[in-house]
């Protein structure tokens, strides 16, 4: 049985989802959709597939597509994620996953009552250098957690350019923030590596107050681009995270953990991908040194792609969705799944309500 997705979004959904999809055996795209006829057909043309759609409520309708590839905008995206569910297709669903609490509590009410699989698009786990980190942790390589860091600090808006084609994240109705994009990939990759999170406190602003265009124009945002957050894990561990997507001469990408035996440390110089991110540990006493994750980390024998591919998201992407596609025909456990982008959602509120409040939060507050 060929399992058939159609994607919505010729931008990046084409460009980086498309040969994840096309890298998994049992799979083929054969769908696009945009908001409109003209460059949804023009999309199906440059991309090879067979059907154009320009009503993304009617590809989640259509019994030909098993899969629907959601990326545009949180609001934009929320009736269409609903529509998938009451249908009860696969869903393959953009981070962040909800626009806001709200979104994410409907998108759980209505997952209750349908057969679907969901993922988020947050695959930062499936990286060779976080892979084997993972596998460094469970093996006690740092000893007992003591503490650490993680911040994912990037410029998009220090220096704007017309032509990027997220401008819209000044959109203060769209759904999204430094900390609920950039950090919504952060607390994924934390949350599995560390469990889950009792409590925290956060400050999230707006520091950067206009985008200065070249040409002189000036767009004044309406999304915080700038948290701090302190988070207590049920564990008992505490880290801090920075998250920013306007910090110039920006430095990227970093988890830091130290432990009783040792620390392991993660690091890319923007949002982390295959190639990029390199893991350095050391033991006490010692010095860090770079550790190659082994090949079992950077290639699939079920997935047509390895950590070199030119797109680079599209690798740890495809095996993100191989594992969808697994736990859509009973063979394991897709990750991370939709009960996972609840825990994650619960986490940005609570960020949220710190903030407003200036307190500490129990993540237990929202239910």
């Not at 920006?250 to 991908?273: I, M, N, Q």
């Given at each position: 049985?060929?399992?058939?997705?159609?994607?919505?979004?010729?931008?990046?959904?084409?460009?980086?989802?498309l040969p994840a999809w096309r890298a998994i055996p049992g799979v083929e795209v054969t769908a696009i959709c945009t908001s409109r006829e003209e460059t949804a057909k023009a999309a199906q043309q440059r991309l090879g597939l067979s059907r154009a759609f320009w009503d993304a409520e009617?590809?989640?309708?259509?019994?030909?597509?098993?899969?629907?590839?959601?990326?545009?905008?949180?609001?934009?995206?929320?009736?269409?994620?609903?529509?998938?569910?009451?249908?009860?297709?696969?869903?393959?669903?953009?981070?962040?996953?909800?626009?806001?609490?709200?979104g994410a509590k409907a998108i759980a009410a209505t997952l209750a009552s349908s057969r679907s699989i969901g993922v988020v698009d947050a695959f930062s786990e499936y990286l060779p250098a976080h892979r084997q980190m993972q596998a460094m942790l469970d093996d006690g390589y740092v000893g007992d957690l003591l503490g650490g860091s993680c911040h994912l600090n990037i410029s998009l808006f220090n220096q704007p350019d017309k032509r990027f084609p997220y401008n819209w994240f000044a959109d203060g109705d769209a759904g999204v923030s430094a900390v609920r994009n950039n950090g919504s990939h952060a607390?994924?990759?934390?949350?599995?590596?560390?469990?889950?999170?009792?409590?925290?406190?956060?400050?999230?602003?707006?520091?950067?107050?206009?985008?200065?265009?070249?040409?002189?124009?000036?767009?004044?945002?309406?999304?915080?681009?700038?948290?701090?957050?302190?988070?207590?894990?049920?564990?008992?561990?505490?880290?801090?995270?920075?998250?920013?997507?306007?910090?110039?001469?920006?430095?990227?990408?970093?988890?830091?953990?130290?432990?009783?035996?040792?620390?392991?440390?993660?690091?890319?110089?923007?949002?982390?991908?295959?190639r990029d991110c390199r893991l350095f540990g050391g033991k006490t006493g010692g010095a860090m040194e770079e550790i190659v994750p082994p090949t079992i980390f950077r290639t699939d024998p079920d997935v047509e792609l390895d950590w070199q591919a030119e797109v680079q998201p599209s690798y740890p992407m495809a095996l993100s969705m191989c594992a969808m596609v697994r736990a859509i025909y009973g063979q394991g456990k897709a990750s991370p799944d939709f009960v996972r982008a609840l825990e994650i959602e619960r986490l940005q509120e609570a960020i949220r309500l710190s903030s407003k409040e200036r307190r500490w939060v129990k993540v237990s507050e929202f239910m």
């Open positions: 049985m060929t399992l058939r997705v159609g994607i919505v979004s010729a931008g990046w959904g084409a460009f980086a989802h009617s590809m989640c309708a259509d019994p030909d597509i098993d899969i629907v590839d959601l990326g545009t905008r949180p609001s934009v995206r929320l009736p269409m994620v609903l529509s998938a569910l009451k249908q009860d297709k696969h869903i393959y669903n953009a981070s962040p996953h909800a626009p806001d609490w709200a607390l994924y990759m934390l949350t599995h590596l560390f469990g889950p999170v009792a409590e925290l406190v956060a400050d999230d602003a707006l520091v950067l107050q206009q985008w200065v265009f070249p040409d002189g124009d000036v767009t004044i945002p309406q999304n915080n681009d700038y948290a701090n957050v302190i988070l207590k894990f049920v564990s008992g561990l505490t880290m801090t995270m920075q998250i920013s997507w306007s910090l110039p001469l920006h430095d990227g990408w970093l988890l830091d953990v130290y432990g009783t035996k040792g620390r392991l440390r993660a690091e890319a110089p923007t949002f982390p991908t295959a």
